[in-house]
């Protein structure tokens, strides 16, 4: 298969190892997901708050750093420093698995919830970051459909080889299957920027600026303002979603291994239909109809699959002659429909801003307003509760969300300060 016509300033090897470092980056956090969501199913939404607090101040201490980091060293350490310790982590956190009887599955999953979000946060946005660099806006229309599709394929190994092994050889193994993944990522991606550094030495210098530039940014440009927005929308009713789907889990299973296995099921049905939206709609959108399309589809599908969940409520409902959660189904479809297209078509939009935007600004709105956004809708989940607020009201208020979210994705697609798409220039 000849790669796109796009990629030829970039290479085909560069396409391929790009391809090959998401898969490698993804295989890597998908071993630890449902390792880390049993333990949240065990605890049941009402643990959530907690988990999202601790998150959000650990995002808040972490973003400066990454704005730190990027404004003083050139990407090629900022990758090697980043992905090194994760690895490091993992290895350290082996031990800790091996006495998880004396230490506590509640503490212990504590830790490993908050140290996970982190590292997808942090993993994921660098490796988009970087890909925005490497590739010019026209080429990532081409591109970044069949990057994330390898990604995708990785989404699919990683619960897949959890599933397989974990019964075999015991959950901290699986750390360090997740650790030479990584590390296996890290190759890929260091050989990939050394070739665009051949291209483009002005791209590897450090960015500058103030570690808070990021947070500015996100207030003062349109197209970031209208990211916050569609990140807090979405990630409301994603989060809703993953709440409903802990209590269900806390209702219907006992057994730590059935629930691992639950969660790794739901991965791989998520990831598959990502993997289909990538290999068949998304690249058709974006190529024939435009990125503003698979920006905003997916919100329209949310609304609608969030009216039917809150006047049939989370229970079980027919689908192809089998009884499945309502509930499940919704959250398969949200996450699935964010991966396989949304995702694709934000970080094609990010190729058209200044190139600090797209570390500082994004990396802001991906880790610190994510994580802002998770603590907001559990605590609010919470509250409502305690107000006597059923599914059905949950339900309506996360389809108007939704129905928000599809006019804030029109016009962050076709936000003023986009730059227009070129085959010929980068951004400095």
């Known amino acids: ?56 101040v650990v995002m808040l201490a972490l973003t400066p750093v990454f704005g730190w980091l990027v404004a003083r060293f050139p990407r090629r350490r900022v990758l090697l420093g980043s992905y090194l310790s994760f690895v490091l982590c993992l290895f350290a956190f082996v031990p800790a698995f091996v006495a998880q009887d004396r230490i506590g599955a ?45 990604g995708m394929a990785g989404a699919l190994l990683g619960p897949l080889l959890t599933r397989l092994l974990v019964v075999r050889v015991g959950v901290p193994s699986m750390l360090v299957v997740s650790a030479v993944t990584l590390l ?49 929308f979405s990630d409301g009713i994603a989060t809703m979603a993953y709440a409903l789907m802990a209590d269900y889990t806390k209702a219907h299973f006992t057994d730590n291994a059935a629930r691992t296995a639950f969660y790794a099921d739901l991965d791989l049905w998520i990831n598959g239909l990502g993997a289909v939206l990538q290999l068949t709609l998304t690249p058709l959108l974006m190529r024939r109809v435009g990125t503003a399309w698979a920006l905003v589809l997916p919100s329209v599908v949310n609304c609608v699959l969030l009216a039917w969940l809150a006047f049939h409520g989370p229970g079980d409902t027919i689908l192809f002659g089998f009884a499945v959660p309502l509930i499940a189904i919704v959250q398969i479809a949200t996450r699935g429909l964010t991966f396989g297209m949304s995702k694709p078509a934000v970080d094609a939009l990010y190729t058209r801003i200044p190139r600090e935007a797209r570390y500082k600004g994004k990396n802001f709105i991906e880790t610190t307003v994510w994580r802002f956004g998770d603590l907001l809708v559990t605590s609010g989940l919470q509250g409502l509760r305690a107000l006597g607020v059923g599914i059905a009201g949950i339900g309506i208020l996360c389809a108007t ?13 076709t936000s003023p300060d986009l730059e227009p798409e070129s085959d010929e220039r980068r951004r400095g």
Not at 18 to 44: E, H, K, N, W
């Open 106 to 150: 509640v503490a212990l999953g504590q830790v490993f919830f908050v140290w996970v979000s982190v590292f997808n946060l942090f993993v994921v946005s660098l490796f988009w970051s970087l890909m925005a660099d490497v590739y010019r806006s026209a080429e990532a229309r081409l591109v970044f459909p069949i990057i994330a599709f390898g």
């Open 184 to 232: 296996l990522a890290l190759g890929a991606l260091l050989v990939v920027l050394r070739r665009a550094d051949a291209n483009d030495r002005g791209e590897n210098a450090p960015l500058g600026g103030s570690i808070i530039e990021g947070a500015k940014a996100a207030i003062s440009q349109p197209f970031l303002r209208y990211m916050t927005l569609l990140m807090l």
């Open 401 to 413: 969300l939704a129905a928000l979210a599809v006019e804030v994705a029109r016009r962050a697609a």
């Open 1 to 56: 298969m000849n790669p796109p016509a796009g990629a030829a300033r970039t290479g085909g090897l560069t396409l391929a190892l790009s391809v090959i470092g998401f898969f490698l980056v993804l295989t890597s956090y998908y071993v630890l997901r449902p390792v880390r969501d049993q333990l949240v199913g065990a605890a049941g939404s009402s643990s959530l708050p907690m988990f999202y607090a601790v998150v959000f």
